[in-house]
């Protein structure tokens, strides 16, 4: 089955524990991303990988960061987490080229409570 | 930078009814993508629909369709024979052309179906 897998689906933590997501996804996508979701907000980039090795920020990118090792791997890391992040967190993956359907294939979120 | 407007935070419609979710957007690309996604209480972000700016008819699958206004950026989800699971969070979104594949969102219209 074609999916975005994510992990943990919920997640606590303390302020200043270094956390790690993770995100996989097996459809080959080129275009991997991270999006945090608030309430009245809605979804907002963190941070986007347009293939191995080569990623660039988003809009919301303080205090995150990412790698991009393999091609279906995007980890979202939180180096010293802060309770302005706790949050709803989804990565989601894509074709890129001119045929691509432009739509995102969401992996289920992790909702991430730092006290 | 491309904007997404969703003015409505809250909707309900009575089972079986009809009812229209608001989307405006702002961008002076001519090549763009165009999305509703639908997240249910499971928190999974499901693709409904999606309208490619070029071209002039507006998409439809199943129960739901769009009324896609170019001129006056405005893309609204309707749908028909509305049915409890129908009730979900529902965001639009607005993707660049081929070369940038972020996905802005809108703040999403909380839907309820009334039995």
């Known amino acids: 089955e074609a999916q975005v897998t994510q992990n943990p689906r919920y997640l606590i933590t303390v302020t200043g524990k270094k956390l790690t997501v993770t995100c996989s996804q097996n459809m080959n996508h080129e275009y991997m991303s991270w999006y945090r979701q608030d309430p009245g907000l809605g979804l907002r980039q963190i941070y986007y990988?347009?293939?191995?090795?080569?990623?660039d920020k988003g809009d919301v990118p303080e205090g995150y960061k990412v790698s991009r090792k393999e091609k279906r791997n995007f980890p979202l890391i939180l180096e010293s987490p802060s309770p302005n992040q706790t949050s709803l967190y989804f990565c989601a993956s894509s074709f890129q080229g001119a045929n691509a359907d432009y739509g995102y294939t969401f992996g289920s979120g992790t909702r991430l409570t730092v006290v | 930078a491309q904007t997404v407007t969703q003015s409505q935070p809250e909707m309900s419609v009575q089972e079986a009814e009809t009812v229209t979710l608001s989307c405006t957007y702002d961008?002076?690309?001519?090549?763009?993508?165009l999305f509703w996604y639908k997240q249910p209480p499971s928190r999974q972000m499901i693709l409904v629909i999606r309208q490619e700016a070029y071209k002039q008819q507006n998409a439809t699958e199943n129960r739901f369709s769009v009324n896609f206004q170019k001129a006056a950026k405005s893309f609204s989800l309707k749908i028909s024979d509305s049915q409890l699971g129908d009730a979900a969070m529902y965001f639009c979104a607005y993707r660049r052309g081929f070369g940038n594949e972020k996905l802005t969102f809108g703040t999403g219209t909380r839907l309820t179906i009334i039995p």
């Open positions: 961008t002076s690309e001519s090549d763009y993508y």
């Open positions: 990988s347009m293939n191995v090795e080569v990623t």
